[in-house]
């Protein structure tokens, strides 16, 4: 790497082509030395106006960011040793400063001009951006086309949120390379955004006229609306009093015209930056609640489109990096449960449902900011669990909160479903039962349209006051009610620190 020589300026790249003008731009005097000799490269540097990568400051509506952005002209924006000194030093300033970094990538990977030079900035890249998350600082990326080989397979697959142009290219192979190394040309849907989208790899489809909009959403600099829930199922004014039976109250719970998850966030946020998973029975975002940003994951339980969507192994990864994502930032989560259960199929099994419960129920209890659930339907077994972990548990009049479903309690203790009815009562799921039992911390108000101010406000509130921890202290202490006096395990005590 050496400095660029005299005379040799930089393109100027088109305002249309960039997602912000940069009010300072770095390195721009850094220029390959060409590590390998190789044919004609040094012409084609002297003849480039300047490197593949730019990289500076930007404003987004005021909130101060560091922006790497790919110039396709140079080289086909191709990462080589300058490009990737220029990335790990814009992140270790991001670092130094507490920014967060804003990328942009059109690229056909690495340089092969610069060999294993230009290979070897895959990991330097990635180290950067691990150190720029362990610092508890956001960054986003909006994928243009296209967006290839060692680029997208190393440090731009890593940022915490993720956009795509419409239609673009994108794949670790291009489709050129996947014909020589295979002989076969991939199917027209293969290496696309929208297949990236689909599969969860992307968190959002966005041309380029809206891409500066969405990256102020998702900085907390402007508003993103959640656009697909029903608002149809959030009735004018709701029902307040309690079911008369644990039998209504299951019925109520499960009813299809009930708001889920999804109704809830919608009615709740004022913003929401989908974070994509593949299915879609759980959804996530960062959002806003009362000017208050906040991770929202949400169940919800018409993604089948029957009313009793169960989420899978991919369901649970995705709610793991909401998570993940809330404690590194340092905001608080909301979780809304509504789901009759995990699923159960094959499918599942051998994706790992049960470890994937685990690990869910893990990223909660390390969790470090304060956490609130809203169990707003139906909390069926492990699979609402792995959400209701949380510091303070919420039910309202009609949801309901179980170990089983009395279903499958019939099944196994009958052998007989339709038995079920036998064994709501004793399951004892009601909200006022899971209030009275210690294992939930209160009541809200069903969602109607009249009250939402004031669930926000609850929410908001208890969000505020709840402290990383209070779930341990609270089944804790549930737990020691339920060992009878007497016993001799009942003497020991049981920590809930």
Not at 122 to 147: D, F, K, N, Q, W
Not at 232 to 242: D, F, H, K, Q
């Amino acid at each position: 790497m050496i400095p660029r020589a005299a005379g040799r300026e930089r393109a100027v790249v088109h305002d249309a082509e960039l997602l912000l003008p940069l009010t300072e731009e770095w390195d721009r005097e850094l220029a390959s030395a060409d590590p390998l000799g190789f044919p004609h490269y040094a012409e084609a540097l002297a003849a480039a106006p300047g490197e593949s990568i730019r990289t500076g400051l930007v404003a987004f509506r005021g909130v101060r960011s560091v922006l790497i952005q790919s110039d396709f002209e140079i080289f086909g924006g191709t990462m080589g040793v300058v490009a990737g000194e220029k990335i790990v030093r814009s992140f270790r300033r991001a670092v130094d400063q507490r920014l967060p970094v804003v990328a942009v990538t059109r690229t056909g990977g690495a340089r092969m001009q610069e060999g294993m030079a230009a290979l070897i900035q895959m990991p330097r890249t990635v180290t950067a951006v691990e150190e720029h998350a362990r610092s508890g600082l956001l960054s986003a990326i909006v994928y243009r086309s296209p967006t290839t080989g060692g680029v997208f397979a190393s440090w731009a697959s890593r940022l915490d949120v993720r956009a795509a142009e419409p239609h673009a290219t994108m794949g670790f192979a291009g489709p050129r390379v996947v014909r020589a190394f295979t002989g076969e040309t991939p199917p027209a849907w293969s290496h696309t955004a929208e297949n990236a989208y689909a599969a969860g790899l992307v968190d959002a489809l966005v041309g380029q006229a809206d891409q500066v909009a969405w990256v102020n959403a998702v900085l907390g600099a402007a508003d993103w609306p959640l656009a697909d829930a029903d608002p149809g199922r959030i009735p004018e004014t709701g029902p307040t009093g309690l079911p008369s039976s644990a039998q209504r109250a299951v019925a109520r719970a499960r009813s299809t015209s009930r708001p889920s998850g999804l109704e809830w966030a919608a009615a709740l946020c004022s913003s929401w930056v989908e974070l994509k998973g593949a299915d879609p029975a759980i959804r996530a975002g960062l959002a806003r609640i009362l000017g208050e940003r906040v991770v929202v994951v949400a169940m919800d339980r018409y993604a089948d489109g029957a009313g009793a969507a169960r989420p899978g192994p991919a369901a649970y990864r995705l709610a793991r990096r909401a998570i993940g994502l809330a404690d590194r930032i340092g905001l608080p989560l909301l979780t809304l449960v509504d789901t009759p259960g995990a699923e159960p199929g094959p499918a599942a099994e051998t994706d790992g449902i049960a470890g994937e419960i685990a690990a869910t129920i893990a990223a909660m209890s390390r969790l470090r900011m304060p956490s609130v659930c809203v169990c707003v339907g139906e909390g069926g077994s492990g699979g609402a669990m792995a959400l209701g972990h949380a510091d303070r548990l919420f039910m309202l009049p009609g949801s309901i909160f179980s170990v089983i479903s009395p279903e499958g309690a019939a099944a196994i203790l009958f052998r007989d479903p339709a038995r079920a009815g036998e064994l709501a009562g004793p399951l004892k799921l009601t909200s006022a039962e899971l209030i009275g039992l210690g294992i939930a911390d209160g009541m809200l108000p069903e969602l109607a349209a009249d009250r939402i101010d004031c669930l926000r406000e609850a929410v908001t509130s208890a969000l505020g006051t709840a402290m990383a921890g209070d779930r341990e202290r609270r089944i804790a202490k549930a737990t020691r009610s339920f060992i009878a006096v007497g016993s001799a395990s009942a003497a020991e005590p049981v920590a809930d620190h």
